[in-house]
């Protein structure tokens, strides 16, 4: 993989150089294309008919989202759930998710962006899907702070630990396909936490800035990928 | 929404994409019509989350029961499931019937994948001994294909590939460039010998001729020149961003809201009624249709409206239920089903898809890969000589959809990373996220199904819906050409992703009973009020006019009598334009209502 790694530097120097600003910068354009659009004349607005009231009206322009769950506003969304966790709960999910994602160089810690608030929404929600995910995050909660409680003294709290110690207990979880018969369960509820922990980590804009996802901005014209692309893929 | 007054020259029920063509084209001919839909008013110009970000959705956008696309997917009311609207199956079937309730239907969050049907596709049978011919042929079709192309605004280019048809010259607008996995995608294919060319989508790429297009339509017609410029002017092109999913509030894409019905309404010839949910079309003691009953929703009061001619366009499955709950004494057994062929010979495409890992992706410079949201390129069939010389196990074609690339993330996209990682978490996990991000493919195979006597619905003699109406139950049987068919795109997508040196992350299956996708999910159901030349063996005529009531029209997919591996909503359109057409000639002859 040493070619491999010096692709890894190589791309990341070419996107600090071209990163800044470039989520801001996007919005704001949008913005920009998204009032020219609605300035456009539009038989939507062009008002040729209709006003007698008799039909044969132009304009689509009374369509408005019930707000149910079928139905939602899509501009202006609301979570109609409550949150379940309580505080102690989300203050070790907090300490989990930062060991999951910590901060670095490039971005912010999970708990930074608020993952385990994420991650109560989500179990919150009142799905099947997301009800298992609550059985297994709160009993592993428990679990988590029970082997810290094994490990280095009745009473202990995980979010209490140093980062050495709670790598010790990470570590046998951290992997499905190699934890021990007694680490099965906490396995599960690690992976289940570290893919919720990256859904809502890499869904923020400082995420996505790490990630140096460049898209989702409105584009003039579309031009075929750069040459230094091509040319890491062989096909220049 | 206009209320309807008691009588019309035509109505048509459904606002998609085939009731939105006929509404069109009626409208423009100077011809007063009723559309009804059975959902509710939507508009996307102000209602589309462009460019909203999953962190500002439930569950980062996640698909749950009441919105199973997504937070953010287009749809309204409905999903797999509308409430209170019920579908059954028959034991040991397991159909799943997608449908919204909103004006415009399933155009607002289709993939806008537009491939022409090709000269086989008309005439299935006379080249392989199953299934069933059309009464149209290519030829007759292609001059419509043109004018729906030209009309709605599809990106692609003519390659000359056996039954892959050219559009004339300059109906087609330039295709997008191929995007870095799709190159490298087609690299990879080519040596497996498999083409890669530029898809067909229902997007501009640049902004339509609206000087020119409106005269090429509709010569010597000063109405409909009128209203499609100013629609066609209206809409902006493609800028390269945003999930068509979501519906689009420039217009750059194809939506019945924002391409059909807002110059059919400007016409002033058209009303509009939305919760309108039509229950049967009522005939007169001669058995001519009359007019319909449709449930108001927000009074839940019957309604009933009368009309010269009824065009049912509600989709495939919908019509059926209509015509099979229009009982009367003359018609016992549903309307216009003399021949008991009405909810016979359902279709829906053959699905299978396979995910891959490639290295060589990893840590590609970064760079914007969103594009038209729709595949540039994709792969159609390529096997058609095989097949002919019988070294293949299955009758028909499949295109492939390719998938890939640095899209926005999502709440799911590093699920399961763990498979690569050996579990890990901190820094390490924070840098292999950015390593494998973007470097995941998808192959997707679009299958033909050959209709076959244990494909169908009828009235579930137990179930009615919240409106009082009975509902349907499916029943449905695949045959071996289906089930092989899905097995070789699950090896072939694995030897695809194993030539550009990946992992395939999907189970590859030896029974195709394992790869193919549940009936009904590809959504492309069609079928049920088949067409043809004869009326003991059909329900219509090729201009999708009932044999038994000349009065009444079904111009949805549901004539349609093979289901190529073409997406279907073109060939809809330009066969509901083709029957249209005939409509309007017979109403201006005074031949017909």
């Known amino acids: 993989m040493k070619r491999g790694e010096q692709r890894t530097s190589e791309g990341r120097e070419a996107n600090e150089r071209t990163l800044p600003m470039l989520l801001p910068m996007n919005r704001r354009m949008a913005l920009k294309v998204m009032a020219v659009a609605a300035a456009t004349p539009g038989l939507a607005s062009c008002g040729t008919g209709g006003e007698d009231g008799t039909g044969g009206s132009p304009s689509l322009g009374n369509a408005v989202p019930a707000g149910t769950p079928w139905d939602p506003d899509l501009l202006s969304p609301v979570i109609p759930w409550e949150r379940i966790l309580t505080q102690d709960e989300l203050d070790t999910l907090a300490s989990l998710c930062d060991v999951i994602i910590p901060a670095d160089e490039r971005s912010p810690s999970a708990s930074q962006l608020g993952t385990h608030h994420y991650i109560d929404e989500w179990v919150s929600a009142p799905y099947e899907r997301m009800g298992r995910d609550r059985v297994l995050i709160r009993e592993g909660l428990v679990w988590l702070d029970g082997e810290t409680g094994r490990r280095f003294g009745e009473g202990t709290r995980f979010r209490d630990l140093s980062p050495e110690r709670k790598d010790d207990i990470c570590s046998d979880i951290a992997h499905t396909p190699d934890a021990a018969p007694e680490f099965e369960s906490g396995a599960r509820f690690f992976a289940r936490v570290r893919d919720l922990t990256a859904g809502a980590f890499w869904t923020t804009e400082e995420g996505m800035e790490d990630l140096q996802y460049i898209g989702n901005v409105p584009l003039e014209r579309w031009d075929p990928p750069p040459p230094e692309v091509l040319e890491f893929l062989g096909l220049a | 929404m206009s209320k309807a007054q008691q009588q019309y020259d035509v109505i048509v029920v459904g606002s998609g994409a085939a009731g939105g063509m006929c509404a069109y084209l009626l409208a423009v001919a100077g011809v007063r019509v009723l559309l009804l839909e059975a959902g509710r008013n939507y508009d996307p110009v102000t209602e589309t989350p462009m460019f909203n970000l999953p962190k500002d959705a439930p569950l980062r956008g996640a698909g749950t029961p009441e919105k199973a696309f997504g937070f953010y997917d287009a749809t309204v009311d409905g999903g797999w499931q509308v409430p209170g609207e019920p579908y059954t199956s028959a034991e040991g079937t397991n159909f799943r019937w997608w449908r919204p309730r909103m004006l415009g239907g399933r155009t607002n969050h289709w993939g806008r994948i537009s491939l022409r049907m090709g000269p086989y596709d008309y005439k299935p049978r006379s080249r392989d001994g199953l299934g069933f011919d059309w009464p149209m042929t290519y030829e007759d079709m292609a001059p419509y294909y043109d004018r729906t192309e030209r009309l709605i605004g599809v990106y692609g280019s003519n390659e000359g590939l056996e039954n892959t048809p050219s559009s004339s010259p300059g109906v087609l607008q330039p295709p997008p460039a191929a995007r870095a996995h799709e190159l490298f995608e087609q690299r990879a294919c080519a040596e497996l010998g498999i083409p890669v060319i530029p898809s067909h989508i229902a997007i501009l790429s640049e902004v339509q001729d609206h000087e020119t297009l409106p005269g090429l339509l509709h010569p010597n017609n000063p109405l409909a020149q009128r209203v499609l410029g100013e629609s066609m002017r209206s809409r902006a092109a493609c800028f390269w961003a945003t999930p068509c999913g979501r519906g689009c509030s420039i217009k750059a894409n194809f939506q019945s809201t924002t391409v059909l019905i807002p110059p059919a309404l400007a016409t002033g010839n058209v009303d509009l009624v939305t919760d309108a949910m039509v229950r049967e079309v009522t005939v007169d003691a001669r058995g001519r249709a009359t007019g319909v009953h449709y449930i108001d929703k927000n009074t839940r009061l019957d309604e009933h409206v009368g009309a010269r001619v009824v065009v049912l366009a509600a989709s495939a499955l919908s019509s059926a239920r209509i015509l099979l709950n229009s009982k009367s004494n003359l018609f016992p057994d549903g309307l216009a089903n003399g021949s008991g062929l009405v909810g016979k010979y359902i279709m829906d495409t053959v699905g299978a898809g396979v995910q891959g890992q490639i290295p060589a992706l990893e840590n590609m410079p970064p760079h914007n890969t969103d594009g038209a949201s729709a595949m540039h390129m994709y792969v159609p069939w390529w096997l058609y000589k095989e097949q002919a010389a019988g070294r293949l196990d299955f009758a028909r074609g499949y295109h492939i959809e390719l998938g890939g690339g640095r899209r926005m993330p999502g709440g799911g996209t590093f699920n399961r990373l763990e498979r690569f990682t050996q579990g890990s978490y901190g820094r390490a996990f924070k ?46 049987k695949w045959s071996d050409h289906e089930l092989n068919q899905a097995r070789h795109m699950e090896r072939t997508f694995a030897d695809i992703i194993e030539s550009m040196g990946g992992r395939v992350l999907s189970t590859i299956h030896a029974d195709g009973a394992d790869a193919i996708a549940p009936p009904g999910e590809i959504i492309h159901e069609v079928g049920g009020v088949c067409m043809g030349d004869d009326p003991s063996s059909s329900v219509l005529n090729s201009f999708c006019q009932s044999w038994e009531v000349d009065n009444l029209f079904v111009t949805d997919g549901g004539s349609f009598l093979s289901n190529a591996d073409k997406n279907p909503t073109l060939s809809i359109m330009a066969v509901a334009w083709r029957a249209t057409d005939h409509l309007v000639d017979e109403l201006q002859r005074g031949s017909i209502g």
């Open chain 2, 431 to 476: 840098e292999d996220c950015r390593r494998y991000y973007g470097s995941f493919v998808g192959f997707s195979g679009r299958g033909e199904m050959i209709p076959n006597e244990d494909c169908y619905c009828e009235l579930d003699p137990d179930t009615v819906d919240q409106w009082g109406i009975p509902v349907l139950r499916f029943h449905w």
